[in-house]
């Protein structure tokens, strides 16, 4: 009975697994898709919301539009509007993804609820503050909208989906309490410590980039997007801030790789994410200075914040790592495994 109960739980937990890790790979494509979104200013494409055009499936072609369209929507885009195909569906897809990211969320929800009942509220509540966090972007989103994409809440729609992020990774984290676990390592408080700093690094050079993205904003309303190859000579002081502030967080990162690598297990969790906390941050630069020196090419714009997003996750869950509770103690240096029992979220 006992046996038949566990190969049940397991079941669930592979489920509940399979699915928040599916949740956390759509979030990460609907961070893409809004940098999308961003970098060819089809932010208004839909300049209704939640429908768009007035309608729940948008036009392909302008004589699907009523022929007075342009009075319809013009003071909202400032008497500016013409119909783009292209940009209306770049918009209307990265609302459907969101739309689909929710309900994953709410699956995930679901799925949780279990826990409750098992001795893991955390994961319950875990989910529903993201399914919460959801349906206040969606909120978000349609203000986002309404104000014509004011610098603020573009900004702070990015960094509740951050939020979003974390909230999934610390689920996906705590129902892979194995894949976790730290062998061989030492000085755990202070190499947490230093972790949280790099994480408020990267939060810090995150911030001062939606800075920076504010600033072509308003390069482009006067410019346009035809001058791409001049909004880098037009920025100001923010810019180069944010680009010798790079060198701070590349720094920083190597340092603590570098107390990873001297520290932990080469076989351990801590130093895989460490090594590929290290490649993102050395992608993210080069993207930095395709972005610098190239024209900001738009494909660049969504790849560069993607990474920052991925850098931080990474980091988090490097923290995360050495949160969770030990499946391991060491007594003289011999390892003894705790029972299943004794090993708990």
Same mark, same amino acid.
């Given at each position: 009975m006992?046996s038949?109960?566990?190969?049940?739980?397991?079941?669930?937990?592979?489920?509940?697994r399979?699915?928040? !890790?599916?949740?956390?790979?759509? &979030?990460?494509?609907?961070?893409?898709? *809004?940098?999308? #979104?961003? @970098? $060819?200013?089809?932010?208004?494409g839909?300049?209704?919301?939640?429908?768009?055009?007035?309608?729940?499936?948008?036009?392909?072609?302008?004589?699907?539009l009523?022929?007075?369209?342009?009075?319809?929507?013009g003071?909202?885009?400032?008497?500016?509007?013409?119909f783009?195909?292209v940009?209306?569906?770049?918009?209307?897809?990265?609302?459907?993804?969101?739309?689909?990211?929710?309900l994953?969320?709410?699956?995930?929800?679901?799925?949780?609820?279990?826990?409750?009942?098992?001795?893991k509220?955390?994961?319950?509540?875990?989910? !529903?503050?993201?399914?919460?966090? &959801?349906?206040?972007?969606?909120?978000? *989103?349609s203000? #986002?909208? @309404? $104000?014509?994409?004011?610098?603020?809440?573009?900004?702070?729609?990015?960094?509740?989906?951050?939020?979003i992020?974390f909230?999934l990774?610390?689920?996906?984290?705590?129902?892979?309490?194995?894949r976790?676990?730290?062998?061989?390592?030492?000085?755990?408080?202070?190499?947490?410590?230093w972790?949280?700093?790099?994480?408020?690094?990267?939060?810090?050079q995150?911030?001062?980039g939606?800075?920076?993205?504010?600033?072509i904003?308003?390069?482009?309303?006067?410019?346009?997007?035809?001058?791409?190859?001049?909004?880098?000579?037009? !920025?100001g002081?923010?810019?180069?801030?944010?680009?010798s502030?790079?060198?701070?967080?590349?720094?920083?990162n190597?340092?603590?790789?570098?107390?990873?690598h001297k520290?932990?297990?080469?076989?351990?969790?801590?130093?895989?994410?460490?090594?590929?906390?290290?490649?993102v941050?050395?992608l993210?630069?080069?993207?930095?200075i395709i972005?610098?020196?190239?024209?900001?090419?738009?494909?660049?714009?969504?790849i560069?914040?993607?990474?920052?997003i991925?850098?931080?996750?990474?980091?988090?869950?490097?923290?995360l790592?050495?949160?969770?509770?030990?499946?391991?103690?060491?007594?003289?240096?011999?390892?003894?495994?705790l029972?299943?029992?004794?090993?708990?979220?």
């Amino acid at each position: 009975m006992t046996s038949s109960i566990n190969r049940t739980n397991s079941r669930q937990d592979r489920l509940f697994r399979r699915l928040t !890790l599916v949740t956390v790979v759509t &979030v990460y494509l609907l961070i893409i898709a *809004g940098g999308v #979104v961003r @970098s $060819t200013g089809a932010g208004m494409g839909c300049p209704d919301w939640p429908k768009c055009f007035g309608s729940w499936v948008p036009p392909t072609e302008v004589y699907q539009l009523p022929s007075d369209y342009k009075e319809m929507y013009g003071a909202k885009l400032k008497g500016e509007v013409e119909f783009n195909a292209v940009k209306t569906w770049i918009e209307y897809a990265n609302r459907l993804l969101g739309a689909f990211t929710g309900l994953l969320i709410f699956a995930t929800v679901i799925a949780s609820i279990r826990y409750l009942r098992s001795g893991k509220p955390k994961l319950f509540y875990a989910s !529903l503050a993201a399914f919460i966090l &959801v349906g206040f972007q969606g909120w978000l *989103g349609s203000k #986002v909208v @309404s $104000t014509e994409l004011h610098p603020v809440m573009v900004t702070l729609h990015m960094v509740v989906a951050i939020v979003i992020v974390f909230i999934l990774l610390y689920l996906l984290a705590r129902v892979y309490p194995h894949r976790l676990t730290l062998k061989k390592i030492h000085q755990e408080k202070l190499i947490k410590v230093w972790i949280l700093g790099l994480i408020g690094l990267t939060f810090s050079q995150i911030i001062i980039g939606t800075q920076v993205r504010e600033a072509i904003d308003i390069i482009i309303a006067r410019m346009g997007y035809a001058a791409r190859g001049r909004w880098i000579d037009e !920025l100001g002081i923010t810019f180069y801030i944010h680009r010798s502030f790079s060198i701070v967080v590349l720094l920083a990162n190597a340092f603590v790789f570098y107390r990873v690598h001297k520290l932990a297990s080469p076989f351990s969790p801590l130093y895989s994410l460490a090594r590929w906390m290290l490649v993102v941050v050395g992608l993210e630069i080069v993207v930095g200075i395709i972005l610098a020196y190239q024209g900001v090419p738009a494909f660049a714009q969504p790849i560069h914040l993607t990474l920052a997003i991925v850098l931080a996750g990474i980091q988090f869950v490097m923290w995360l790592s050495l949160s969770a509770p030990e499946r391991t103690k060491y007594r003289s240096g011999v390892a003894t495994e705790l029972s299943e029992d004794q090993a708990v979220l």
